[in-house]
């Protein structure tokens, strides 16, 4: 319904005559100016750009293999240390995108992310003297794209490395972005959810566990003698630090499962019958409230954050690094497919070239694909 209002807004305020290209499936914007725009700002800044198109070419090489291993270990954990295994989804608005503040967060965020990314791949090319035909972006009813068009004749026959330079800069401008975004947002108790150890240790006092603010009449941590003001600090061996911990225990209407918590400075176990979710049966719960605010102090703490910024300050780092990171898996339609064949080209004759890029990209198509399923297979078909 939302791509339909857009479609006609678009028809009536007549977006041909202003360089739009209107499809029933998709809408695209293309300027000629931006190689003149991308000139000005290479006159200024040329030699931290003909550095960070350097930075560039290592930096693609370093990505593509973070891309590989992350989702190789994490269908390792999915089988060996299930609580590690990370979840995985496609975002799409109004499909796995659900909820109104999630929709917007990413709306804001990816205009942000694809202006970055492409300027990288058109100024880069403006440095190695490849002409930039058009610029522009582009919506398919609910997945966006951003593009720079570069003169096809200057790029094939422009050396490999200015080619390399190119291509890893879209990735490495949003990989570098996400890193100074989340130096800043090391100060805000929200980002801590998404630092690993052992840096999380070094910028934040983690808190003693997860505090209890009611009990459920009748439920077995009543039974069991939790009591208000508890903090729970384990269960069943899992150590419970925040309220997402609790996600990482296979809790089963039932079962008994052996609670940790700390009361008046001692530490106490006790045995809790779960009992079932009076939303859905089959999901099990200890039978308390539990606060679920962020428990994390950042030891920079000198910024008072606005919950909305942080929110969607997080869903920027989170799409730029990973748009950054994905980019340059090798698939025909990513960075990476383009960066691996730019390598291998002119190496073997065109049939055995396409055979191993075809090779390739199945088995990174079978890799990204089963993290996606295993994630369904593990929580079911979840929306944010």
């Known amino acids: 319904m939302a791509w339909v209002v857009i479609l006609i807004i678009a028809k009536s305020l007549k977006l041909e005559k202003h360089g739009f290209e209107i499809k029933a499936y998709s809408l695209t914007y293309k300027n000629t100016q931006v190689q003149s725009v991308l000139s000005k700002m290479l006159t200024r800044t040329k030699r931290g750009i003909r550095v960070f198109a350097d930075v560039s070419v290592v930096a693609g090489f370093l990505m593509m293999g973070f891309a590989f291993w992350f989702l190789l270990n994490n269908l390792m954990n999915f089988f060996v240390e299930p609580t590690e295994f990370a979840e995985l989804t496609v ?48 919506v398919f009813i609910a997945l966006f794209a951003g593009f720079v068009e570069p003169d096809e004749k200057e790029f094939d026959n422009a050396k490999k490395i200015s080619k390399l330079r190119v291509i890893g800069a879209g990735a490495t401008s949003n990989v570098i972005f996400a890193f100074a975004l989340g130096a800043l947002l090391l100060t805000n108790p929200i980002f801590a959810l998404v630092v690993p150890e052992p840096i999380l240790g070094w910028f934040y006092e983690a808190p003693d566990g997860v505090l209890i603010i009611s009990i459920i009449e009748g439920s077995g941590a009543e039974k069991a003698g939790l009591q208000k003001d508890d903090l729970i600090t384990g269960i069943n061996g899992v150590v419970i630090v925040t309220p997402f911990d609790f996600q990482k225990v296979d809790l089963k209407p039932g079962d008994t499962v052996t609670v940790t918590v700390l009361r008046d400075g001692q530490q106490i176990q006790l045995p809790v019958e779960i009992m079932p979710s009076p939303d859905d049966p089959d999901r099990g719960l200890v039978g308390i409230m539990r606060d679920n605010a962020m428990s994390y102090k950042p030891i920079l703490n000198f910024i008072e954050w606005d919950p909305q910024i942080s929110m969607f300050l997080l869903w920027l780092w989170m799409i730029s690094f990973f748009i950054g990171i994905i980019n ?6 990513l960075d990476g497919g383009k960066f691996l064949y730019t390598i291998i080209e002119k190496n073997a004759s065109e049939k055995k070239i396409n055979i191993i890029m075809w090779s390739i990209y199945a088995f990174t198509l079978i890799v990204f694909a089963l993290n996606i399923a295993l994630s369904y297979v593990k929580s079911g078909w979840f929306t944010i």
């Open 328 to 333: 340059m898996l090798p698939l025909p339609i």
């Open 91 to 138: 975002l799409i608005p109004g499909v796995t995108l659900t909820s109104a503040p999630a929709i917007m967060y990413f709306l804001l965020s990816i205009p942000i992310v694809l202006v970055i990314h492409e300027g990288a791949h058109g100024i880069v090319a403006t440095l190695e003297k490849i002409k930039i035909k058009t610029g522009g972006f582009a």
